[in-house]
């Protein structure tokens, strides 16, 4: 009774403490290959944080310069909606009130209908389609008023093209030129001027920004005879029928008529276009393919999950896509801040969200654009086949450990409220190139090219029977006194005993010699070493292989990120998935770190204690490459302790000026 009585008084205390615990903090967005942006998903109007959101079909899009602010035109709510993404996705009201109007002057007394699209301009400006008005409304958030571009000031309607070449139309005035029915609007500016389409009338229209003209570019082109979703880059405009599922492209020049050249054919009827980095996209009408990717080539975009699978049907089993009517023009944007990734609206599901294409990693590929966005810590993973594996299944997308640990990272950063984003490249080579040494070659150019924040050197065990350090009499010496990043052909043809260099190479040499560890073969030196047989000659390695390491370690001292923090080298030792004997390896690499004062991450600890819990967790046979299992547990396990040890920056002021990364500790 007395244990029933104490668990009881524990309860009701727990529970009281549960009752009186104040409010859960918010959360914050989490940065994925598909993430909420702002909207909770009920219809109405409500301003906060982003998971409690209300929008009422919201359609038109736009991204600031800057890339901190996403404008929404709420069109139910005869609003623009701003969400702050540098302020957690907090959304506010820019301008617009409950009932519909067409008034202009301050933000706070303008009044919209059923806004449709909003396009950002440079100068804190934005033009709003006021569909319901059927006006262009510009906002300027700099003098915090509102005016509309369809105003008298406007001079007399010119065609941009001999009236021969393009059919005239009978406007003559701004006041005069038809707004109504605007379906897509795309800003260029070299010809600072805002391109809008009108599908019912069968033309593509600009508006002279600085002049205030509106000239009609195409009219009722046999191969385009509705203009309707737009998207644009430098010069070039992309623009699609509204029925023809078929997508154009033209070099934009003032005063000759577009030569519309295919860009790309759709499966159903195209909603919306971007374009990031090259990369030409199409939303669609339709279940199967809601995504396309036009160019470089032709193919549905795949949605992997979190976890790596495909999802298929995904415009029936993803909110940001599914349900989307074709006569809404549907808000697509891309981040020029952080490419291959978009915003988009889904106004059924009253909700704002993201997606980012990833590169599919193959052998030496990164996985990620070389900008790096704001406010994100980027760590280049460095290994051998192991470090960069992809599991394979039925409907499984590609995925290794470096996917896996980010998703860690930054599921783990969104529930501890850390306002960053973690990024994790991949580099590497086969198991059959030494990895003491090709980093030392490679990694620096990749780290000042991608703008990396914190190198890891993933190394495993190494099988017995295969000697990366034979590296160093296959090879010229460098004046740094490593072997060379290639192999010469020439080299090899010297013989056996002329290319043992002097140092720790000939004493390596001679003492595997003295215990006949060595033996020569044809014109090659065979080594016959593991490191249980002789202290002294693993001493010797350490040095052969620290070496090469520690001239890594000082070229990425001397080097900074563009935020100014210093580039961080950690090395980190794990036994395989599979079950083999490593600790002898594990304290080679512990006193190899140690010796050369090169940060150390040693996870033979944790394998050892949970590799058993979680198998099977490796493909089992051949180079004992982790399976998803194994790229699960160690991508949680690797989070872990670089959270743990303090080897990334789990802090809320890390991006502050006086802020300086956590050192890193030698363990």
């Known amino acids: 009774m007395p244990a029933l009585k104490t668990s009881l008084f524990l309860f009701s205390a727990t529970f009281l403490t549960l009752l009186c615990a104040p409010e859960a903090k918010a959360i914050r967005p989490m940065s994925n290959s598909i993430a909420l942006v702002a909207g909770e998903g009920t219809g109405g109007f409500r301003d906060g944080d982003f998971t409690s959101a209300f929008f009422k079909k919201p359609l038109g899009l736009a991204l600031s310069p800057d890339g901190t602010r996403l404008f929404v035109a709420d069109s139910a709510n005869n609003r623009i909606r701003e969400i702050h993404l540098d302020q957690n996705n907090k959304v506010t009201t820019l301008v617009g009130q409950e009932n519909p109007g067409s008034q202009n002057g301050s933000l706070a007394s303008a009044s919209f209908k059923q806004p449709q699209g909003v396009v950002a301009l440079p100068e804190e400006r934005l033009v709003v389609n006021d569909f319901g008005n059927k006006f262009l409304r510009l906002v ?21 093209i001999p009236s021969t070449s393009l059919e005239s139309e009978a406007e003559s005035t701004g006041t005069q030129v038809s707004m109504a029915r605007i379906r897509d609007m795309v800003y260029l500016p070299t010809a600072d001027s805002l391109f809008f389409s009108q599908p019912d009338q069968g033309t593509l229209k600009r508006l002279d920004l600085k002049t205030g003209q509106v000239t ?94 495909e999802i298929p049907n995904s415009g029936v089993k993803i909110p940001s896509i599914i349900n989307l009517n074709p006569e809404d023009p549907i808000g697509f944007v891309p981040d020029p801040l952080d490419g291959r990734k978009f915003y988009f609206v889904n106004p059924t599901c009253n909700i704002v969200t993201s997606f980012r294409e990833l590169f599919t990693p193959s052998d030496g590929a990164l996985g990620y654009p070389a900008h790096k966005p704001p406010r994100t810590f980027r760590i280049l993973f460095v290994g051998d086949s192991r470090s960069a594996y992809i599991s394979s299944g039925p409907n499984t997308h590609p995925v290794c450990i470096s996917e896996r640990m980010g998703l860690e990272l930054n599921t783990l950063a969104v529930l501890d409220d850390v306002p960053m984003n973690f990024e994790v490249l991949t580099l ?39 000697n990366p350090y034979a590296a160093y009499f296959e090879r010229p010496i460098t004046q740094d006194g490593i072997p060379a990043n290639q192999i010469d052909p020439e080299y090899l043809l010297k013989p056996p005993l002329l290319r043992i260099p002097d140092g720790p190479a000939r004493n390596f040499f001679d003492l ?22 002789n202290p002294e000659i ?54 190899l770190t140690a010796r050369f004062h090169v940060p150390f991450l040693n996870l033979t600890d944790e394998m050892t204690a949970l590799r058993f819990s979680y198998l099977p967790m490796s493909e089992g046979a051949g180079n004992d490459h ?14 872990h302790d670089l959270i743990r040890d303090g080897l990334i920056p789990w802090t809320k002021s890390f991006y502050s000026s006086e802020a300086t990364l956590l050192p890193v500790t030698v363990k």
């Open 512 to 533: 595997c010699k003295a215990h006949k560890l060595v033996r020569i073969e044809k014109n090659n030196i065979v080594f016959n070493y593991d490191l249980d047989l």
């Open 538 to 591: 693993r001493d010797t390695l350490v040095q052969l292989y620290g070496k090469s390491i520690d001239l890594l370690k000082q070229k990425l001292s001397v080097m900074k990120t563009t935020s100014g923090q210093p580039v961080q080298f950690l090395v980190c030792f794990t036994p395989t998935a599979f079950f083999r004997a490593c600790l002898l390896y594990s304290e080679f690499w512990k006193d």
């Open 626 to 639: 982790f399976d998803s299992n194994g790229h699960f547990f160690f991508g949680r396990l690797m989070a």
């Open 140 to 160: 300027d958030m700099k003098s915090k008023t509102v005016s509309t571009l369809t105003g008298t000031a406007f001079e007399p309607v010119t065609a941009s």
């Open 428 to 466: 590497y080579k086969s198991a059959s190139i030494p990895l003491f040494l090709w980093p030392t070659y490679e990694v620096p150019a990749v780290v000042q090219n991608y703008d990396i924040d914190l190198v890891i050197i993933l190394h495993p065990p190494t099988p017995t029977g295969f």
């Open 216 to 309: 009609l570019v195409l009219h009722n082109r046999t191969e385009l005879p509705h203009p309707a979703a737009l998207c644009g880059s430098t010069n070039m405009l992309y623009v699609a029928d509204r029925d023809l599922n078929q997508v154009f492209q033209f070099d934009w020049k003032n005063g000759t008529e577009p030569a519309l050249v295919p860009a790309g054919k759709t499966l159903s009827k195209v909603l919306a276009l971007a374009i990031n980095e090259n990369y030409l996209y199409a939303i669609q009408a339709g279940s199967e393919s809601p995504l396309m990717r036009l160019a470089p080539q032709i193919e549905p975009v795949t949605f992997v999950s979190a976890w790596g699978n």
